[in-house]
């Protein structure tokens, strides 16, 4: 089940704190669908060739090629530049895919109005963050994910950090998923 919520953003507290409202505010599935995000509980992440929602989604979505990443001090190299260009806000002119096989983390991405939503990633979730939409993404208090990532064709992971409401993939996204607000460019 999908673990999302409006983000208490405070610069004080580190980055890798859940950042909930008192009482929490939780986003349900079909707010984050409006944003064009997806979601997937994949039961069988030891061993994902034989679970078959992933299967079924791989194939309807084309996603031919795979890899995994290790988000550790240990398994990461440059580990504290990557957390930090990991956390800068950005878009991708393509899909951005991940599957939680360990660990945990939080993507974060804003609703029409510019406010943030926080999405925390176990084991087992699998989101899809569609191509244009401004996000970013941060290590919980465990400092600890893997993660296997899936993509149409060889991959692309070039960010474009915000501003960067020029891209054709933002304009894409805007027309297929925002609102007036959406077009905005804040910090």
Known sequence: MVRAWFMNYDTSVDQREPHQFDPPQ??????????GLLYFQIKNTDDVEKDE???KVRKERGYSYED???CSREK??????KLKMFFTEHLHADEEIRLCTDGSGY??????????I??????????????????R?????????EAKRYFVGEPVWTPHNRPNDDHPA???YLQSHGGENTTQTRG
């Open 26 to 35: 939780p986003v349900s599935l079909e707010e984050l669908e409006k944003l």
């Open 53 to 55: 929602v992933l299967q």
């Open 118 to 135: 926080r999405i925390q990633l176990v084991k087992g979730d699998m989101i899809i963050l569609p191509a244009g939409i401004y996000h």
């Open 76 to 81: 990461l190299p440059n580990y504290d530049d």
């Open 137 to 145: 993404f941060t290590l919980d208090s465990n400092n600890y994910i």
């Open 107 to 116: 993507f974060d991405v804003r609703d029409g109005s510019d406010k943030w």
């Open 170 to 172: 933002r304009k894409q």
């Open 68 to 70: 995994h990443i290790t």
